[in-house]
Every structure is written in structure tokens, then in C-alpha cells.
């Protein structure tokens, strides 16, 4: 079974600080993604990454940066956390995304809250 | 347009009923399709692929119409705990890599 683990499943933290999100998966998968998801807004991609130090933004990058140090390790990062990014962050990872009917496969999710 | 679009519901059903959800799609070079279940508070879980001849999982069965661009999944015998939100997604080719597409949801209610 894929396993795709977060750090934290509860953070909260202040207005301001730097906040660090990780994900490690142990399936050797090349893609791995960032989701927040709010309450009837559904999934929205933050970012991705489909290699080592390689990224691409999503729908909603603003706010955030990542890190692909390793393969099995995605980092998200908010620079200057503000209380619009307290929600529900989601990781997932999947088989290269060049193969075709590869779902995404997702994190426990980690609920932060910035006060 | 949004790529994938659900009805939220809620649909509230009784035990043991049928039902069926829709989820059509806007890009007809959409290639692979997908229905996840999320538990309240939880993560998205993968409940099964959808195969263009359609595909059947126990009490669940998915369906592919590409001629209307939508999706399917039918809930044959619904349990309490088939109570969640049901995601679909689909994915289609890009330049270096494919993207993937959520919808938002559709919430189902099953009553005693």
C-alpha cells in the first residue's frame, strides 16, 4: 500500500511566522502535490512537483514555496503565514505522470491554524 | 468553466436504496478518471479507476459516457457507512507531465 505521511495533523501557529509542512512518501513516486481544501472550494492545487528540485505552481501558489530536496520528501512552506491560510493542507503523490490512469494518492492532511 | 463539475448534494437517502451520482467533465481529451470517498475531516481515499467499459466493485459500479463527457458512479445497497463526500477526478496529457483535476464533491446521506 502506498503511504504518503505528514508531519502534523494539528498546527497552529502565528501571523507571521514561517511555517514549514512535510510530506515523505515511501513509494518512490516521482510526482508528489500540495492541496489546501476549504469548505465549499474543494481541492486547490498550491503546487507540484514531478522531480527532484523541480516545481510548478498551481492554481493558487501566493504565499507559499516548496521543496524537493529528495524524492520522497515534498516541503511546503509559508513565507509569512497570515490567518487566510488556515485550512486543511493535503499532500498526495503519484507514478509518473507521463503513464496514464495513475491516481493520486493522499496524506492523513494536516489541519493548521494561524491566529 | 470549471474541468470537472459535481453536484454537491447533500443526497440523503434510506438504507439498502440505490443511488447514482454525475460528474461531467469540459475537455474531451480528458484520458483517465477516478472516484475518490472522503470521510468528514478526512483524507481523499481512492475508491476506484473508471474503465471506458465500465467497471464494477462490489456494491459499487462506475461508468465512462465519452459522447456526453461525464462519469458515473452507481451505490447499489447503501450502508450507513457509505455516508461521505464522493470526489471525482480526471486526468488528461500536458507537456511535461499530465494534470489532474478534482471536482468538488458530491455529499451523500444515508438514513437508518
Known amino acids: 500500500d502506498v503511504k504518503v505521511t505528514q508531519s502534523s495533523r494539528y498546527l497552529v501557529k502565528r501571523t507571521g511566522e514561517k511555517v514549514f509542512l512535510e510530506c515523505v512518501q515511501d513509494?518512490?513516486?516521482?510526482?508528489m502535490f500540495w492541496y489546501r481544501q476549504d469548505p465549499g472550494l474543494g481541492l486547490r492545487l498550491i503546487y507540484f512537483?514531478?522531480?527532484?528540485?523541480?516545481?510548478e505552481k498551481g492554481d493558487i501558489p501566493e504565499g507559499y514555496s516548496v521543496s524537493r530536496e529528495k524524492k520522497e520528501r515534498f516541503s511546503l512552506i509559508l513565507e509569512s503565514a497570515s490567518t487566510n491560510q488556515t485550512s486543511m493542507y493535503l499532500c498526495?503523490?503519484?507514478?509518473?505522470?507521463?503513464?496514464?490512469?495513475?491516481?493520486?494518492?493522499f496524506g492523513d492532511g494536516t489541519r493548521l491554524s494561524i491566529l | 468553466r470549471k474541468e470537472v463539475e459535481q453536484d454537491p448534494g447533500p443526497f440523503n437517502v434510506p438504507e439498502g436504496a440505490t443511488v447514482a451520482f454525475n460528474c461531467t467533465y469540459s475537455n474531451s481529451a480528458s484520458q483517465s478518471f477516478f472516484w475518490y470517498r472522503q470521510d468528514c475531516r478526512k483524507e481523499p481515499k481512492l475508491l476506484m479507476s473508471?474503465?471506458?467499459s465500465g467497471n464494477e466493485d462490489g456494491r459499487f459500479t462506475a461508468q465512462l459516457n465519452r459522447a456526453s463527457q461525464y462519469i458515473s458512479l452507481l451505490i447499489r445497497d447503501s450502508k450507513l457507512s457509505d455516508s461521505a463526500t464522493y470526489l471525482c477526478?480526471?486526468?488528461?496529457?500536458?507537456?511535461?507531465?499530465?494534470?489532474?483535476?478534482f471536482g468538488s464533491g458530491t455529499k451523500l446521506n444515508v438514513k437508518p
Open positions: 513509494m518512490d513516486h516521482e510526482n
Open positions: 498526495a503523490s503519484s507514478l509518473r505522470q507521463t503513464l496514464s490512469n495513475q491516481p493520486q494518492h
Open positions: 477526478a480526471t486526468e488528461r496529457d500536458g507537456y511535461n507531465f499530465n494534470k489532474f483535476y
Open positions: 512537483s514531478y522531480d527532484v528540485k523541480m516545481k
Open positions: 473508471v474503465y471506458s
